[in-house]
């Protein structure tokens, strides 16, 4: 089939890599936001999708919205068969649905019909689910809520943060992507309505969400920094300035210290939850890189009775 790819950032990558080197197929242009600002200098970057279409030679549609004239135009005359999409970013409305032949189909990177919406691996770990996966679905303009194609299953191991389990994702995502595009172009595969049982929605996880409330059990604060990392990433307060929270410990043995409380020994930091007590292991004080907790409790000298997540 001749196929137009729509994505944007480094996890749409390798479902990229994987139609490019299909020979059933043939990716003849990319859609992806426009370049948006990057780095200190904010100069204008190209999306990781866009470099790896330029590099293949691909030609690389960049619509400020999929609704305009000229991106219609053009999406009209390349005629594509269908359109496959990974984490693009932007809703298409019905005028480019209609374009394709076989219409636009999503990879997903939940089971559905949960998880959906915008983020669903980091509501898969922050939910503590056992185990979550891909789907392949028709798009359609309800959020997610195609008919589905094919699934894979992953399971999510204890210490997985968002971007290690959306990394695997990704990668074993991109091979079921192309079966899906065998399947359709074949003609054996015909997608199945998603039940209207098990649905749950994972909207954007927020800066405030990714904050840590320290009177959680311990289990649901390792969950939320496992969840929020590497984006938007989990936060405290310490000493009226954000402190990121990278890598946490859990301690089950441990119940000694009040929520927030701190507790320094040589080569540890120990904090209170509402449950038992956490180690910290990896922090990133405001505008500093990041650092083992215990280098950065020797730098700021914890005073006696300091808690984490108090304004001052």
Not at 132 to 148: C, H, M, R, W, Y
Request: with cysteine; proline share 9%; charged share 25%.
């Amino acid at each position: 089939m001749k196929l137009v790819f729509a994505g944007t950032p480094e996890v749409a990558v390798p479902a990229l890599d994987a139609l490019i080197a299909s020979e059933r197929h043939e990716v003849v242009a990319v859609v992806t936001r426009p370049d948006a600002p990057a780095g200190r200098g904010r100069r204008l970057v190209a999306s990781p999708v866009a470099q790896r279409a330029e590099e293949a030679g691909i030609e690389v549609l960049k619509p400020a919205k999929p609704r305009e004239e000229d991106f219609l135009a053009r999406l009209r005359e390349i005629a594509p068969d269908c359109c496959p999409v990974v984490a693009y970013g932007a809703l298409l409305p019905r005028v480019a649905l209609d374009v394709p032949v076989h219409g636009w189909v999503n990879l997903h990177f939940s089971l559905l019909p949960a998880w959906r919406g915008a983020a669903p691996v980091q509501h898969a770990v922050m939910a503590g689910d056992e185990t979550t996966g891909a789907s392949t679905f028709q798009i359609e303009e309800g959020l997610d809520s195609g008919p589905v194609y094919g699934v894979i299953t992953e399971h999510v191991r204890p210490t997985d943060t968002s971007g290690d389990l959306l990394t695997r994702l990704a990668f074993a995502g991109s091979g079921l992507l192309a079966a899906t595009m065998d399947g359709i172009g074949d003609g054996s595969l015909k997608p199945v309505p998603q039940p209207a049982e098990g649905v749950t929605l994972a909207p954007k996880i927020t800066v405030e969400d990714a904050r840590v409330e320290w009177s959680a059990p311990a289990l649901r604060v390792d969950r939320v920094v496992r969840g929020c990392t590497p984006a938007p990433g989990a936060w405290t307060v310490f000493r009226g300035e954000r402190l990121k929270l990278i890598h946490l410990g859990l301690l089950p043995e441990r119940t000694e210290l009040a929520p927030g409380a701190l507790a320094v020994g040589k080569n540890n930091v120990y904090v209170g939850t509402g449950s038992h007590d956490a180690e910290l292991l990896w922090v990133q004080p405001q505008g500093k890189k990041p650092m083992r907790a215990a280098d950065w409790a020797r730098g700021v000298r914890i005073a006696p009775g300091e808690r984490l997540g108090q304004e001052r």
